[in-house]
T-cell receptor, first 113, second 115 residues
């Protein structure tokens, strides 16, 4: 039982490049989330998927897209990376919605130069 | 909009002592849930404690307990018998029941436990 896994763990991009962050959970959870963590800002929600087949914007969605590929997988795509997207990205999942415990992946440290 | 405020960016405590981390929140909802998450230097976020707003009894988990004051919209975390492994960032978070499924986080308190 791996919980929530994320790939890659580290990534360096040049401005304008694109990439996809992958996330998978093996707990049969319905809800999945993408957050970014910046110093002094806490965690901010980028996008979430309340259940398979649905996605919704969070607090900071600009510059990102997501795909809920199936119940297990939820990917985050940066189409044209910008230095402002330098951050640590966390994927999380929960049984159903924000009132339940969220289980987090180990994070991806992304640097955009 | 719901907001969560942690007024102490950093705190320190001696090993074996007790420390309290503050959290206040703002909401017009009546049914909601409050959480404390811990993020050690390894970066792995884990749940410390969860409180349901309709329950008057304060939640406890071993050395961790909360002081939940609904009228004051306050949700502080008390760590008793602090251990070196408690050194971490602590985030207070809030979610409404039947709402938009979003968990709103505070900006965190960095706690250092000194030997």
């Amino acid at each position: 039982n791996a919980g929530v896994t994320q790939t890659p763990k580290f990534q360096v991009l040049k401005t304008g490049q694109s990439m996809t962050l992958q996330c998978a959970q093996d707990m049969n959870h319905n809800s999945m989330y993408w957050y970014r963590q910046d110093p002094g800002m806490g965690l901010r929600l980028i996008y979430y998927s309340a259940s398979e087949g649905t996605t919704d914007k969070g607090e900071v969605p600009n510059g990102y897209n997501v795909s809920r590929l199936n119940k297990r997988e939820f990917s985050l795509r940066l189409e044209s990376a910008a230095p402002s997207q330098t951050s640590v990205y966390f994927c999380a999942s929960s049984e159903q919605g924000g009132i339940y415990e969220q289980y987090f992946g180990p994070g991806t440290r992304l640097t955009v130069t | 909009a719901q907001t969560v405020t942690q007024s102490q960016p950093e705190m320190s405590v001696q090993e074996a002592e007790t420390v309290t981390l503050s959290c206040t929140y703002d909401t017009s909802e009546n049914n909601y849930y409050l959480f404390w998450y811990k993020q050690p230097p390894s970066r792995q976020m884990i749940l410390v404690i969860r409180q349901e707003a309709y329950k008057q009894q304060n939640a406890t988990e071993n050395r961790f307990s909360v002081n939940f004051q609904k009228a004051a919209k306050s949700f502080s975390l008390k760590i008793s018998d602090s251990q070196l492994g408690d050194t971490a960032m602590y985030f207070c978070a809030f979610s409404t029941q039947g709402g938009s499924e979003k968990l709103v986080f505070g900006k965190g308190t960095k706690l250092t436990v000194n030997p």
